[in-house]
């Protein structure tokens, strides 16, 4: 039987052995392996217990993705799984045929259970077609570990009944079991019952972890040692963390952060929003970086002009494929320090974000020689802004050279606004046409959005989709 596209009466008969389970469970011993996902499908959507626990000692994969299965977590599946994972556990040696080691119960491996069910048309890859190899040494010798795949998104609400039960199981058998997260988000939840749950993961295999706590500094500062020791974080998101820049003990509190962060050494992204502790102290945090970035975002709070220094003179940025200074004001810095910043990471950089900064003609004007040098960008949004329409056409053309740049986001020129601020629809009419024919002679077809609005998503119908006239 070909997996590529498997007859309906293999799927009919998966089905029909499970109305007699006992006769379904005995015949596990000698199905055909490219019958294990179609029985074990029918056996979760019909919630067939016994043959679920019967099925995962003998999984003739590598993986399990459960997860995938269940559009809503679903305790008693999980408990027959679970109890399942106990048989293969209590076997001192690998089972003849059981090739099991993961149980994923992320929203993941969607394609595996299309390819075996001939959903979507979809074509396996030899990887997924093949059992795992059978590995001899573990014929001989105790099982390693099993790893319990999950995605955790921690808030001050209970932990609903499906993760209780699993976080319970996994304590019962920490030897034995490793619980692992690789994308973690922690939303205002209690110090307690954070290091309560965190406690039972593998933190090493964290590599993207999401803080956001409405609390004040302190808070982060106590969750710090657990985050020192994810130390195969790749993205680090800040979000919503109050603080002061001129309090004392905000100020032990970010150097209890930075000394942890220290011990992130693969991490590429770093995201701050609303960092407010951050004012004049940014340069404690970019000291703190063992590796390269290849992002960086720092939004919607207060900087100072030796905040915007130091991360132009950071060697860390250097090779920056992401920057985002959305909602932080550089009105009032010199507008040199933005060219700097730019001239650095030239050769790198692929998206920028400067919407909603008060950048002015003279900001643009001064960063603009180094931002047509930016010979990878692809995004640039500068949404928010005060510019006038002689410096759009500046930036058009300068930025015409910019084989990949295939998004813009451009603020409503300053011309198309009354002296009290006012959007005046008719003059950004004849705006957005003139805007058109500048693109009509530009030397590479372009399509850029211009926005009197901070988002140009926001459904506005003022909102400028445009292209050159033909």
């Known amino acids: 039987m070909s997996v590529h596209n498997p007859p309906r009466l293999a799927i009919l008969a998966a089905i029909g052995l499970l109305r007699d389970e006992p006769l379904a469970i005995f015949t596990l011993e000698f199905l055909p392996t490219e019958l294990y996902p179609l029985l074990f499908m029918a056996a979760v ?9 019967a099925m995962v000692p003998a999984w003739p994969f590598a993986r399990l993705p459960l997860g995938s299965l269940m559009q809503k977590p679903h305790q008693r599946t999980l408990q027959a799984v679970l109890e399942g994972l106990d048989v293969l556990l209590a076997q001192k040696v690998h089972p003849r045929r059981g090739k099991l080691r993961v149980l994923d119960l992320r929203n993941t491996g969607q394609d595996f259970w299309n390819m075996w069910s001939g959903g ?14 059978e590995d001899m040494s573990r014929k001989r010798h105790p099982l390693t570990p099993l790893e319990v795949y999950i995605e955790l998104c921690l808030t001050k609400k209970p932990l609903e009944k499906f993760l209780t039960y699993l976080f319970r199981w996994v304590e019962q058998r920490k030897a ?13 939840m209690s110090k307690e019952n954070m290091k309560t749950v965190l406690r039972m993961v593998k933190l090493d295999c964290v590599q993207m972890v999401k803080l956001s706590f409405t609390q004040k500094l302190s808070t982060l500062a106590q969750f710090a040692p657990l985050l020192g020791q994810m130390s195969n974080v790749q993205s680090l998101i800040l979000s919503c963390i109050r603080g002061s820049a001129v309090e004392e003990q905000d100020h032990q509190d970010l150097l209890q952060l930075t000394s942890q962060i ?9 995201r701050m929003e609303a960092p407010f502790f951050l004012e004049g102290r940014l340069d404690q945090m970019l000291r703190c970086l063992k590796t390269p970035l290849d992002n960086i975002s720092i939004t919607n709070c207060l900087l100072t002009e030796s905040d915007l220094t130091h991360l132009s003179w950071c060697p860390k940025i250097c090779q920056l494929k992401g920057l985002n200074l959305s909602g932080v004001t550089l009105t009032d810095f010199n507008p040199k320090l933005l060219q700097v910043l730019l001239e650095k990471v030239a050769g790198t950089l692929e998206e920028l974000d400067l919407n909603l900064c008060g950048i002015t003609d003279v900001h643009l004007m001064g960063f603009l020689p180094a931002l047509s040098c930016c010979s990878q960008l692809r995004v640039l949004t500068m949404c928010g802004n005060l510019i006038s329409m002689a410096v759009l056409e ?8 910019l084989p990949d740049l295939n998004l813009e986001l451009y603020p409503a020129p300053r011309e198309s606004y009354s002296s009290l601020g006012v959007l005046h629809r008719e003059r950004f009419a004849q705006i957005k046409a003139k805007l058109r024919v500048i693109l009509t002679y530009l030397e590479r ?17 003022m909102c400028g989709h445009l292209t050159p006239n033909t």
């Open 120 to 133: 979507k048309g979809h074509m396996p890859s030899s990887s997924l077609l093949v059992p795992v190899a």
């Open 262 to 270: 220290l011990r992130l050494q693969n991490l590429r992204d770093l």
């Open 176 to 188: 034995s079991i490793h619980l692992c997260c690789k994308k973690m988000k922690i939303i205002s």
């Open 45 to 53: 959507f019909g919630r067939h217990r016994e043959t679920l626990k």
């Open 394 to 401: 500046s930036v058009l053309h300068h930025t015409d050279r």
């Open 445 to 461: 077809p372009r399509k850029i959005w211009v926005s009197p609005s901070p988002c140009p998503y926001c459904g506005d119908d």
